[in-house]
């Protein structure tokens, strides 16, 4: 009887410690679904209180199996949930050494795959992708059920996305957008899809993405962000109609979403886009009124400040408006561009005022009077000299000569052409100023500057390629031994209406110091840095493509340096996908991304995998035309053509009909 009753008590023991066992773990379980519950509630990107507070108790839950029951067939699942938590949390460190110890400690446990996959993801969030697509590539060997491999090629998009490699990153999306069953995980493919085609230029791919991630249904942000991009995409791609009947279903649809407001934007910016400015401006100034400090808001501001500087050539309103931005929202994405623009148009209000002044001042010399110089602080006028900011005429330290204020006037006016054409988009305008330097400032360093631009403006004509070609003669013949007369000397003579021709640029010099430095004086090292720095210095200019060519061809060809040769071969397809200079090496680059994907073990891709692919053209490529006496005489007929462009026989080409007179007192910066 004893031995029974010892029994029992040894049985009700062993009981009541099982159930404490699976009750520890069925609460560990119970707080972690409620952390994906609160999870999936969350609006920003961090973690709310509430949704800590229930992974702190999965994991205080989890950290008591393992302590009491650390060899129960429990154990594997605490410590997933634990990894899982933390990684919710953005723990990331704590959550990779949990999925480093599953995999460790338990690799042959059903967990390890899923553990292998969180590990990834853990990985990319913490910006170590070389380790991340180890980890999914090794994963990818073994096929597995449950889409643990095509959700590893969706990761592998991921790390390419996060890289900026957004055409590998469109192919892995591609991939797993067809081949995922979770309706969830396809549909944040074919969203990430969409943003790569858009990132690339490929607008009709990444319509039809949105589309088709809009026909899966899901939670209610899925359908507003997917129906939202989607429009969105329409927009880009001109479909104004269809893009403003989802955005205004989307607003009877939601009423109450926080992103209401950045809806109204963009139809504001449809509407612009349909020539319906005043009701673009009046909704703009709605959005302003109902949603005060907000990014829609500091939106609002940037378009009607764009509206009023390019439709409307009012460059107090749009200097005002873009000022605005930064006051509205100082997180908004277009405080940097609205920045850049005010801070042009207060530069072109100082070049204005200041080539007035030494237009008076040049006059009063003519006449043999005194100059009338403003009494303004000598060092200010030598400071902005150096810094190669506008010329104000003011007092110096020798008294000023028609000579010398010929030479400030012509700067003032190729910076002041320069900001019609580049910043401020009106060709009509930038072409006379750039005529009136080269006719009326011919012994100016500036003249060749100002031909060399003309040429580039014509160049992106159509139908002007013999205009192009006669001033790039005059400008070879003339100013042999400038810059601008030694590229003009290449091209001279061999530009056909396929050849496309690029400079004249606010950065002009920087980048030609670079070109010949390559092959004026066989400099490769040099001109590699010359390039990084004008790649750097000016991310917005128009000549960046080639700039970037220049420096992969470089690497390539002269330095043998594949790795480098690839990222700048990259960077020029994803961000100018349409330039010759990226259909040029889009094939080398695709041949080199498939043996990198190929291989095993290789952490970078090297360009010298395609080697057997056929070399590049040299950037700029073309024999020195010495311009002898066969072709004197095509040069005076060139003389007269451009004679007749300067005293306006020729009718100057507009980019655009001529807009009304505008407003250009802006107030200076």
Same mark, same amino acid.
């Given at each position: 009887?004893?031995?029974?009753?010892?029994?029992?008590?040894?049985?009700?023991?062993?009981?009541?410690?099982?159930?404490?066992?699976?009750?520890?773990?069925?609460?560990?379980?119970?707080?972690?679904?409620?952390?994906?519950?609160?999870?999936?509630?969350?609006?920003?990107?961090?973690?709310?209180?509430?949704?800590?507070?229930?992974?702190?108790?999965?994991?205080?839950?989890?950290?008591?199996?393992?302590?009491?029951?650390?060899?129960?067939?429990?154990?594997?699942?605490?410590?997933?949930?634990?990894?899982?938590?933390?990684?919710?949390?953005?723990?990331?460190?704590?959550?990779?050494?949990?999925?480093?110890?599953?995999?460790?400690?338990?690799?042959?446990?059903?967990?390890?795959?899923?553990?292998?996959?969180?590990?990834?993801?853990?990985?990319?969030?913490?910006?170590?992708?070389?380790?991340?697509?180890?980890?999914?590539?090794?994963?990818?060997?073994?096929?597995?059920?449950?889409?643990?491999?095509?959700?590893?090629?969706?990761?592998?998009?991921?790390?390419?996305?996060?890289?900026?490699?957004?055409?590998?990153?469109?192919?892995?999306?591609?991939?797993?957008?067809?081949?995922?069953?979770?309706?969830?995980?396809?549909?944040?493919?074919?969203?990430?899809?969409?943003?790569?085609?858009?990132?690339?230029?490929?607008?009709?791919?990444?319509?039809?993405?949105?589309?088709?991630?809009?026909?899966?249904?899901?939670?209610?942000?899925?359908?507003?962000?997917?129906?939202?991009?989607?429009?969105?995409?329409?927009?880009?791609?001109?479909?104004?109609?269809?893009?403003?009947?989802?955005?205004?279903?989307?607003?009877?649809?939601?009423?109450?979403?926080?992103?209401?407001?950045?809806?109204?934007?963009?139809?504001?910016?449809?509407?612009?886009?349909?020539?319906?400015?005043?009701?673009?401006?009046?909704?703009?100034?709605?959005?302003?009124?109902?949603?005060?400090?907000?990014?829609?808001?500091?939106?609002?501001?940037?378009?009607?400040?764009?509206?009023?500087?390019?439709?409307?050539?009012?460059?107090?309103?749009?200097?005002?408006?873009?000022?605005?931005?930064?006051?509205?929202?100082?997180?908004?994405?277009?405080?940097?561009?609205?920045?850049?623009?005010?801070?042009?148009?207060?530069?072109?209000?100082?070049?204005?005022?200041?080539?007035?002044?030494?237009?008076?001042?040049?006059?009063?010399?003519?006449?043999?009077?005194?100059?009338?110089?403003?009494?303004?602080?000598?060092?200010?006028?030598?400071?902005?000299?150096?810094?190669?900011?506008?010329?104000?005429?003011?007092?110096?330290?020798?008294?000023?000569?028609?000579?010398?204020?010929?030479?400030?006037?012509?700067?003032?006016?190729?910076?002041?052409?320069?900001?019609?054409?580049?910043?401020?988009?009106?060709?009509?305008?930038?072409?006379?100023?750039?005529?009136?330097?080269? /006719?009326?400032? !011919?012994? =100016? &360093?500036?003249? #060749?500057?100002? $031909? %060399?631009?003309?040429?580039? @403006? +014509?160049? *992106?004509?159509?139908?002007?390629?013999?205009?192009?070609?006669?001033?790039?003669?005059?400008?070879?013949?003339?100013?042999?031994?400038?810059?601008?007369?030694?590229?003009?000397?290449?091209?001279?003579?061999?530009?056909?209406?396929?050849?496309?021709?690029?400079?004249?640029?606010?950065?002009?010099?920087?980048?030609?110091?670079?070109?010949?430095?390559?092959?004026?004086?066989?400099?490769?090292?040099?001109?590699?840095?010359?390039?990084?720095?004008?790649? /750097?210095?000016? !991310?917005? =200019? &128009?000549?960046? #493509?080639?700039? $970037? %060519?220049?420096?992969?061809? @470089? +690497?390539? *060809?002269?330095?043998?340096?594949?790795?480098?040769?690839?990222?700048?071969?990259?960077?020029?397809?994803?961000?100018?996908?349409?330039?010759?200079?990226?259909?040029?090496?889009?094939?080398?680059?695709?041949?080199?991304?498939?043996?990198?994907?190929?291989?095993?073990?290789?952490?970078?891709?090297?360009?010298?995998?395609?080697?057997?692919?056929?070399?590049?053209?040299?950037?700029?490529?073309?024999?020195?035309?010495?311009?002898?006496?066969?072709?004197?005489?095509?040069?005076?007929?060139?003389?007269?053509?451009?004679?007749? $462009?300067?005293?306006?026989?020729?009718?100057?080409?507009?980019?655009?009909?001529?807009?009304?007179?505008?407003?250009?007192?802006?107030?200076?910066?």
């Amino acid at each position: 009887m004893r031995r029974f009753f010892s029994l029992a008590v040894l049985c009700a023991g062993l009981m009541a410690q099982s159930c404490a066992y699976y009750n520890t773990f069925y609460n560990t379980k119970k707080h972690f679904r409620e952390g994906l519950l609160e999870n999936k509630k969350r609006v920003g990107d961090k973690p709310t209180s509430q949704e800590v507070q229930k992974f702190d108790l999965a994991i205080e839950k989890a950290s008591k199996i393992l302590q009491l029951y650390p060899t129960s067939k429990y154990a594997d699942d605490a410590v997933m949930i634990l990894g899982q938590s933390f990684f919710f949390k953005q723990e990331y460190l704590k959550a990779q050494r949990k999925f480093d110890e599953l995999i460790a400690n338990f690799p042959r446990s059903n967990l390890a795959p899923q553990a292998r996959l969180w590990l990834a993801k853990t990985n990319i969030e913490l910006r170590d992708y070389t380790g991340a697509e180890r980890v999914l590539r090794e994963l990818q060997k073994n096929p597995r059920r449950g889409g643990l491999n095509e959700e590893a090629q969706s990761l592998l998009g991921e790390i390419y996305f996060r890289r900026e490699m957004y055409s590998l990153a469109a192919q892995e999306f591609e991939v797993a957008s067809k081949e995922l069953d979770d309706k969830t995980l396809r549909g944040r493919s074919l969203m990430r899809l969409g943003e790569c085609y858009q990132k690339i230029g490929n607008l009709q791919g990444a319509v039809e993405s949105f589309r088709l991630a809009t026909s899966l249904g899901g939670d209610q942000d899925f359908k507003f962000q997917s129906s939202f991009q989607f429009a969105v995409a329409l927009k880009q791609e001109k479909q104004y109609d269809n893009a403003l009947n989802i955005f205004q279903s989307l607003l009877a649809e939601f009423p109450t979403y926080k992103d209401i407001p950045l809806i109204k934007v963009q139809i504001a910016d449809a509407y612009h886009g349909q020539g319906k400015i005043d009701e673009a401006k009046r909704l703009y100034g709605e959005i302003i009124e109902l949603h005060p400090r907000t990014e829609a808001a500091a939106a609002a501001y940037f378009y009607l400040g764009d509206i009023y500087e390019r439709d409307e050539k009012d460059f107090v309103k749009a200097q005002e408006n873009y000022d605005k931005v930064r006051k509205e929202n100082l997180r908004s994405d277009k405080v940097n561009e609205a920045t850049r623009r005010s801070k042009s148009i207060g530069e072109f209000a100082k070049l204005k005022q200041s080539i007035a002044d030494l237009e008076t001042q040049r006059q009063n010399l003519k006449a043999g009077e005194p100059p009338a110089i403003a009494a303004t602080d000598t060092a200010n006028t030598l400071r902005s000299r150096r810094r190669g900011g506008a010329v104000k005429a003011s007092a110096a330290t020798a008294q000023p000569t028609v000579e010398s204020l010929a030479g400030d006037l012509a700067k003032n006016k190729i910076q002041m052409a320069q900001l019609y054409y580049f910043q401020f988009d009106q060709l009509d305008a930038a072409i006379p100023v750039y005529f009136d330097v080269a /006719e009326n400032f !011919p012994d =100016s &360093p500036y003249a #060749p500057q100002a $031909l %060399y631009s003309l040429a580039y @403006i +014509f160049d *992106n004509l159509k139908n002007r390629p013999a205009t192009r070609d006669s001033i790039l003669r005059v400008l070879a013949q003339k100013y042999p031994n400038s810059p601008q007369g030694k590229v003009a000397r290449r091209k001279a003579g061999m530009i056909t209406d396929s050849t496309s021709f690029l400079g004249a640029v606010p950065e002009l010099n920087d980048f030609l110091v670079a070109e010949n430095l390559l092959f004026d004086e066989n400099e490769p090292a040099r001109a590699i840095a010359a390039h990084q720095s004008f790649i /750097e210095k000016y !991310p917005l =200019s &128009p000549y960046l #493509p080639k700039s $970037l %060519y220049a420096l992969g061809w @470089i +690497f390539e *060809n002269r330095l043998g340096d594949g790795r480098q040769a690839y990222e700048a071969y990259r960077q020029l397809v994803e961000k100018f996908p349409d330039t010759d200079f990226a259909k040029d090496v889009r094939a080398k680059l695709a041949a080199a991304e498939k043996e990198f994907k190929s291989s095993e073990g290789k952490k970078t891709i090297d360009i010298a995998s395609a080697g057997s692919l056929s070399a590049l053209p040299r950037p700029g490529a073309a024999p020195e035309d010495s311009l002898d006496s066969r072709q004197s005489d095509r040069l005076k007929a060139d003389e007269e053509a451009f004679k007749n $462009l300067l005293e306006g026989k020729e009718r100057l080409p507009m980019r655009r009909p001529p807009k009304k007179a505008e407003n250009l007192e802006a107030k200076p910066e």
